[in-house]
T-cell receptor, first 114, second 112 residues
């Protein structure tokens, strides 16, 4: 069974600081990878996704993520965070055909201080 | 506009009183699923449906039922709710081509 680990449970940053949130998954085959964001009181929205091709993917709001197959990782980055990035971030994976369910990590709560 | 709707958004009920949370999507997606979100545990899948009349258990199906009689609707049924089912529930519909999941706004359920 696939699993997803997000090691940072709660991250506090000041505005303009750089962000990197870790995500590791366990699955030996081809995977599809996602980062979702949940702003306070809202539902999950897709930030970015990786299926194949360039391992560096860019998403909305200046976020990007890099797929490193050898490390089973898909870390989320942003060069300069804003107060409005305060949210909970979830990494998710499903196997390559997409027929199986998404498996989510436990989430990372990001708090950006003005 | 692509949309997944859930009703009700908030519900407080008592142990043992049957309830149904509705979910509807307007995107004609075949794949739908239900998740519960609990602090520190992320989202865990309860049930999913690959198409009409095709449903299967997710990771935490105990205490829940679903049905998929029409493509657009995927209700979640709690026959006899218990306090450990107090949670935030999300319905989602997935695009088979892009694999992107569209989430509903969530239903916050409290069982006393």
């Amino acid at each position: 069974a696939q699993s997803v680990s997000q090691h940072n449970h709660h991250v506090i940053l000041s505005e303009a600081a750089s962000l990197e949130l870790g995500c590791n998954y366990s699955y030996g085959g081809t995977v599809n990878l996602f980062w979702y964001v949940q702003y306070p009181g809202q539902h999950l929205q897709l930030l970015l996704k990786y299926f194949s091709g360039d391992p560096l993917v860019k998403g909305i709001k200046g976020f990007e993520a890099e797929f490193i197959k050898s490390k089973f990782s898909f870390n989320l980055r942003k060069p300069s965070v804003q107060w409005s990035d305060t949210a909970e971030y979830f990494c998710a994976v499903n196997e390559g055909t997409g027929r199986r369910a998404l498996t989510f990590g436990s989430g990372t709560r990001l708090q950006v201080q003005p | 506009e692509a949309q997944v709707t859930q009703n009700p958004r908030y519900l407080i009920t008592v142990t043992g009183k049957k309830l149904t949370v509705t979910c509807s999507q307007n995107m004609n997606h075949e794949y739908m699923s239900w998740y519960r979100q609990d602090p520190g545990l992320g989202l865990r899948q309860i049930y999913y449906s690959m198409n009409v009349e095709v449903t299967d258990k997710g990771d935490v199906p105990e205490g829940y039922k679903v049905s998929r009689k029409e493509k657009r609707n995927f209700p979640l049924i709690l026959e006899s709710p218990s306090p450990n089912q107090t949670s935030l529930y999300f319905c989602a519909a997935r695009d088979r081509g892009t694999h992107e999941q569209y989430f509903g706004p969530g239903t916050r359920l409290t069982v006393t």
